[in-house]
């Protein structure tokens, strides 16, 4: 009987291995607790201070509480979901007003200090950002004072043009009229939101070699996600190089995998309160571990082999981290050959490489660790030119489809 136990055991261990198909907790050298935490909303409301309105009751906004300090002066009080976080100081509010007024407006912040040129809008969709001369942070590094004109027409101010999960369910409807592009919602985040996937292949995905493409782990690196579209776009175009690309390549696409912290306003983390670029060891939030055991499932079905994950994001400047040359993938030293290619084609632009070697756990690590692959976090500047991000997001696939290809042709 004990024996017939153990082996039911055993085969439930079988059965458990296999349907986690290979997704395995790994070792890095600067491990992080990925556990919840709690993380504080802002309550949506709209604020009525005598003719003067600001509200947060849209996805992607933030703002903790407003007030009048003086006549024609207003604080905007902005706070993280929780602390201690990084200094991704982001913002969203509209602003609105009975007659037309010229005001002063306080972005008052509970933690960290100013980091974005405020984006203006009319319509939540078109921005501008707003004139130099406009704003200041003389007062104190928290706190940005705006000079604004403001009337019955709502002006949208916010950090970063808003990119929510909409836009990004818009933007996957779009891509799937392409007849190679598969896409699917893979998993829920902690919220309830849909993870989508694009399985991009011509006929079938087996036996291809692959690239893994994520982007939008933290909330208000919008610059990196639109570098994401333009890169994706380009591997679909209509180019001959596109075209043989994807007859012997596979692209798996998570476009946007922190959904929650998108259109809860948040500065970093997701709505279990947690940076998810630190959970690629042991898969703590729902998010890493939907996506990573979507990856490893779709690999192993198609006994592909991941050349390049790349993973997209924003920071103060361009940049990308790569691994050390003690890291070899299975096509090094492809980044060298890529950011070459990258260089090459502007006469005033290089990319400005970062390698270093494993440490938290972050995506970087993880295609290396799960697949031999390249890893490397594609990081765009907060204020990067928008034109140049995607120009430069089209020039990353290309080169990095020459190469693929000619390596394969060897
Ligand atoms: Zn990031």
Known sequence: MYKLIYLFLFYLVI????????????????????????????????????????????????????????????????????????????YSLRIWADTIRDIELELFYTKHNHRYIPKISYDGEHWVNMNPMDFDTLKAPNIATLRLRIGPEKTWISAQELLTSKHVMDWVIEK????????????????????????IYNVSPKNKDAIVVFARQHPPEVTGHL????????????????KDFLKSHRILVYPLLNPDG?????????????????DWAIYNQEETKAVAQDAVKRINAGNNTVLVGLDFHSTQK???????????????????????GIDGTYEDYSPDDRPNDLNQPITKGWFFLQFGAEGITYEIGDETPREFVKSKGATAARELMELLILREKK
Not at 185 to 193: A, E, F, Y
Not at 318 to 340: A, C, G, I, M
């Open 15 to 90: 059965v458990s291995c296999r349907t986690t198909t290979g997704l395995i907790n790994h070792e890095f050298p600067d491990p992080v607790d990925t556990k919840s935490v709690d993380v504080f909303g802002q309550r949506k409301q709209v604020y009525d201070i005598q003719g003067v309105y600001a509200d947060n009751e849209f996805e992607g906004a933030r703002l903790n509480d407003f007030a009048k300090i003086n006549n024609e002066l207003y604080r905007a009080v902005i706070s993280p979901e929780n602390y201690p976080i990084n200094g991704s100081a982001y």
């Open 176 to 199: 799937r009229k392409n007849p190679n592009v598969h896409a699917e919602v893979i998993g829920k985040s902690k919220l309830g939101r849909p993870i989508h996937a694009l399985d």
């Open 262 to 278: 998108v259109d809860e306003g948040h500065w970093r983390h997701n709505a279990g309160g947690i940076d998810l670029n630190r």
């Open 318 to 340: 361009d940049l990308y981290y790569t691994l050390t040359d003690n890291r070899q993938s299975h096509v090094y030293p492809f980044k060298d050959y890529w950011l070459e």
């Open 227 to 242: 570098a994401m579209e333009s890169f994706v776009e380009e591997l679909l175009g209509n180019s001959r190089l596109s």
